[in-house]
Each structure stands twice: as C-alpha cells, then as structure tokens.
C-alpha cells in the first residue's frame, strides 16, 4: 500500500441533482493478497477545518474478499443543500485483520450551480 491516500478527484456534480451510487475502491490489497474490510466512511467539507457537509457514515463493504467500498446513492434532496464550491472529501476504511484505520484516497467533491431549480 502507498504512502499516503490515493488522489481521485470527482467529476464536477450540479447541485441537486441525484448522486447516484458507485463503487469507490475495489480490490484494496498489500502486497497482491486482498485485505478484508470491516467498514468504511467519507466525509465532504468545504475547507480542512470546515464543517462537515456531506457524509457516508457507513459505506457498504462488498465483494468476494469484502474488499470493495459502495458509495450509496444521495437524494436530490441531500445534494440540494452542498454549496456551489470545490469542496474537499476523503475516505477512511477500516480493516477486518488488526481494527487498523485508512485513510485510502482523497480529493475534490467540486458541486457547481444548477440552472433548473424549483
């Protein structure tokens, strides 16, 4: 494992519209053999030392291996709320063999404005 969370910035998300699930992290290995997870979470701030906006506070773990991290969907509803900025969100996961935590990648969560709105 690196040094450090992997970098993954995401794509650039319209305020409001629905975050749709996707797997985040698959096949988290050492060394090749596949390390089992117990859990995992993601939080969305605006700055470091910001409130937290946004969180998965328990992403689903799946696969073979229990190597895998889901990101549930969002409501329109929950990504109405996110401020237009390029906020800053990182994921922790915690594994199944010593309880050890992660922080396994970070990067930009950008939402920008949306036209369509009530």
Not at 30 to 47: E, H, I, K, N, Y
């Amino acid at each position: 494992m690196a040094n450090g969370p992997g970098i993954y910035n995401f794509p650039a998300m319209v305020r409001g519209d629905t975050f749709r699930a996707r797997d985040l992290a698959s096949n988290v290995s050492q060394d090749g053999v596949p390390l089992a997870l117990t859990s995992a979470r993601m939080q969305v701030r605006a700055l470091l030392s910001g409130d937290v906006l946004l969180e998965w506070a328990s992403c689903e773990i799946t696969g073979d291996d229990s190597n895998t991290v889901r990101l549930s969907a969002k409501t329109s509803d929950e990504m109405q709320v996110l401020p237009i900025g390029a906020h800053l969100y990182d994921l922790e996961v915690i594994f199944a063999s010593d309880g050890a935590k992660l922080t396994l990648l970070a990067g930009k969560f950008p939402i920008t404005e949306d036209i369509t709105r009530d």
